[in-house]
C-alpha cells in the first residue's frame, strides 16, 4: 500500500511526533508495516477459535470450606485494653 507524504504528516501530528527532514524513511517504514498487514489478511482464519490467551488458563479456586477460627480470648490476650472480645484504641477522630 502507499503511502503519501501528506499521510506521514497527518499520522505524525495526531501521533504529536515531530519529524525531521527525512520523511522518506518514515514513508518507507510505513508502507512495510502495511504490507505486513496485507499479509496477515491473506490468511484464512474461517476456523479459528477466538482467543484472550495463548494457553487454556482457568481460575484455580480452592474449596470453601468452613473450619473454625482462632478463638478471641487466645487472639485478646495480650491486649493492652479489651472489650466485649474487641481491641480498644484510642480515639483518632472528633
Do not use: W
Amino acid at each position: 500500500m502507499r503511502v503519501s507524504e501528506e499521510e506521514v504528516e497527518r499520522i505524525a501530528h495526531l501521533s504529536r511526533l515531530k519529524l525531521t527532514d527525512d520523511k522518506a524513511a518514515m514513508q518507507a517504514n510505513l508502507e512495510n508495516i502495511l504490507a505486513h498487514f496485507d499479509k496477515l489478511n491473506e490468511l484464512d482464519t474461517a476456523n479459528v477459535q477466538p482467543t484472550a490467551h495463548i494457553l487454556p488458563v482457568q481460575n484455580v479456586l480452592r474449596e470453601d470450606v468452613v473450619i473454625p477460627s482462632m478463638d478471641r480470648e487466645k487472639l485478646t490476650a495480650n491486649a493492652p485494653q479489651r472489650e466485649d472480645g474487641c481491641y480498644v484504641v484510642p480515639r483518632v477522630v472528633e
